[in-house]
């Protein structure tokens, strides 16, 4: 069974929502509405019903599903909005500004009867993925500790984004796909939340941000988005107590070193600079194996395919609202120690 599907909002996401429904067996897009006449002119020249208000949209008995696609800062009355008159809702990344705000969203779709969920597309990056598989295989044993950085050099983007009163910053636009990330990959609750917001290129908000998460089991995640690095670091790197892997960047597979003999009798100490040094001498194909992991299949569809099926009580959500509302927790705790310059305890759930 297709869902009828309106896209609230054609800028540059919505455009990719209209675009996905028109390949996805699982929703039918009946239309979209944008608050810009030129968006809803655009639409229409691209063979787009738009709707001509949000009455209209509202009213549609025939939409049982909307996608949410505008500034982070309207996201919580549009989405309460779109519940209240039976719709089911998916709502951009990040869902909202505030744990406080999204309680009373949660709130809405539970009074409803509706379902509610967030598009955390990034689930389906093939780069995550194939760390999640290393991870949850145990091929390189418990692990203590995983990095996620992405870099760029153009700064902030400067529409909304750059703003504070829309919810711009790079931790609402990016951090909240990282953390998301992470918090699939390592299965302990976090304990301390340090974070160090950048304000390179923009005062206002943060254009970049350095994140140290501590977990109960010992496990460190360390989560940076930088946009004024004309070099890249690494995409992902993760170690465990039998080996690490690697992700370059996003086209890399995923490059594995695995311990096979912790112990060497023989190290041969080599130059390094102006020294000599055994303890950093590299390891040898004796003791350790190297392989690249292939990439792991990913379907983004598999997003509205679930949510289409949770409507149809046939499966659960993905995204869930409590993994929400423990990313916005986090996110806060973020803002919260950077302005105290602190680490800051965090209560997980
Ligand atoms: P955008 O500025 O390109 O587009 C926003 C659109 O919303 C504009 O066309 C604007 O006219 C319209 N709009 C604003 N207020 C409206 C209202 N009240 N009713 C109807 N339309 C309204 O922004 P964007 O890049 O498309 O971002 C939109 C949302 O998507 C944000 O929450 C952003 O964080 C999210 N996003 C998610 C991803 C992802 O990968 N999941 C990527 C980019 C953006």
New binding site residues.
Partial sequence: MKHNLCV?????????HTRHALTSDDVNLKGI????PK?SELAKSNGIYAYES?EEVLSDKDIDLVT?????D??RD?VIKCLEAGKNVI????VTMSSKVLQEMIDAAKKSGKLFTV????RWDVDFLAMKQIHDSGEIGEIFNIESRIHGSRGIPS???CQKAY?GGMV??WGV?LIDQICQILKGKITKVYCKLDHITNDEVDDGFKLDLTFDNGARAYVEVGTYNFIDMPRFYMQGKEGTAIITNWQEDAKVVHCKYWHENDVLPVKTAAGLTKTMAPRDSVTTDTYTIDKPASDVHDFYRNFTRAIEGKETQLVTHAQVMRVMRIMEACFESDKKGQVIDFTDM
């Fill in positions: 609230i909002g054609y800028g540059g996401m919505g455009g990719w509405y944008d608050i810009d968006k949000l949410i696609a505008i500034p982070n309207q996201h549009m709502c951009e990344k990040p598009h955390q597309n990034r529409d909304w984004r919810g609402l636009d796909h």
